[in-house]
């Protein structure tokens, strides 16, 4: 094919930028026209869609955000909005498109493909919630960050014998939160994925500081939400001075980690070949290290597991 177009949609994720400079360096690399279409499907269907060149992917691979800018577009999940998607493309000459973003974007991505454009998903999201890949792009960027921040809560904690509660996001998703846990050797990791109760915890917490722990550390997944309150608990039930911290989203910005520029790359180059085989339809992720690529509704209808084992070893460590 000779025309594709590179969308981010969704919450942006540092990544993003090295995949769309892996996209639209490959697509030129073997002879294809890109496009660049800002704000999501909002763009597609306003017309705010740009001609790539040599040059307009130059810088960015290390910056956080994304240069074509993202956009939630609740007009693309209707018929009319996808048929209006549908015509942009063909007025453009566009076959083929890489949609990066997460879940939503790729039903959007579905849509668009059953109307004959040629659609590939990347996994760009910081909440690695996407279940045909173990891995999306900006998950490793986000963690770093929020261990950096949590490590230095722990210094503060520390200082004052407190109890930090600190809720990370993931969206319905415990990933950030438990590996941030391991990672910061959090006290408790609290999680929609693992019953938790309270009580056990603020009792577990008196045990331990009998025994000469001063400080406490709990990661909360956004998900479970209520930091304020989890704090406002344990420090009645424990009576240990409690600060309740929402990171938010700094976590999703700053210059990607290696891993994600390296795997957003991966992924992008990938995309590019799929399309240059006519392929679309597809979301490609990484299993066991290796690309592989799905079906859109077969990789939707995925179910990803929590590392409950990872959860369960943080907290038999945690003394
Ligand atoms: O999906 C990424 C994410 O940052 C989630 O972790 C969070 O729940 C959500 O997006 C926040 O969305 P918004 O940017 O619309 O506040």
Do not use: W
Not at 15 to 40: D, F, H, P, Q, T
Not at 185 to 192: F, L, S, V
Not at 253 to 267: C, F, H, I, K, Y
Not at 300 to 317: F, G, N, R, S, W
Request: proline fraction near 2%.
């Amino acid at each position: 094919i000779k025309k594709i177009g590179v969308l981010t949609s969704g919450g942006d994720a540092p990544g993003m930028n090295a995949a769309v400079r892996a996209v639209v360096r490959a697509a030129l690399s073997k002879g294809m026209e890109v496009y660049g279409i800002r704000r999501g499907y909002v763009g597609l269907l306003n017309g705010d869609i740009i001609k790539m060149d040599e040059r307009s992917v130059s810088d960015i691979i290390h910056t956080g955000g994304t240069v074509l800018y993202t956009a939630r577009c609740p007009e693309f999940r209707t018929q009319e909005g996808v048929a209006k998607g549908k015509a942009k493309c063909d007025e453009l000459g566009i076959e083929g498109l890489v949609v990066i973003g997460g879940d939503g974007s790729f039903r959007g991505a579905a849509d668009l493909s059953a109307q004959g454009v040629l659609c590939i998903g990347l996994p760009g999201t910081i909440d690695n919630d996407i279940a045909c890949t173990d891995y999306t792009i900006g998950f490793d960027t986000a963690m770093n960050t929020a261990m950096e921040l949590v490590d230095k809560l722990r210094d503060t904690s520390q200082s004052h014998d407190r109890i930090s509660v600190v809720e990370v996001m993931g969206r319905g998703a415990g990933h950030i939160a438990v590996n941030t846990g391991i990672a910061c050797g959090a006290t408790d990791i609290i999680t929609k994925e693992v019953p938790y109760d309270i009580n056990a915890i603020a009792n577990t917490m008196l045990a331990k500081k009998a025994k000469g722990k001063q400080n406490f550390v709990v990661i909360v997944a956004e998900s479970v939400g209520h930091s304020q309150e989890i704090a406002n608990m344990l420090q009645e039930k424990t009576g240990i001075d409690a600060r309740a911290t929402i990171l938010g989203h700094v976590q999703r910005g700053g210059s990607p980690t290696v891993r994600d520029r390296v795997e957003a790359t991966r992924m992008g180059y990938y995309a590019v070949e799929l399309l240059e085989q006519g392929i679309g339809n597809r979301v490609v992720g990484i299993k066991d290290s290796k690309i592989v690529d799905y079906d859109i509704q077969e990789a939707l209808a995925m179910h990803k597991e929590y590392d409950e084992k990872l959860h369960h070893i943080a907290e038999e460590i945690a003394f």
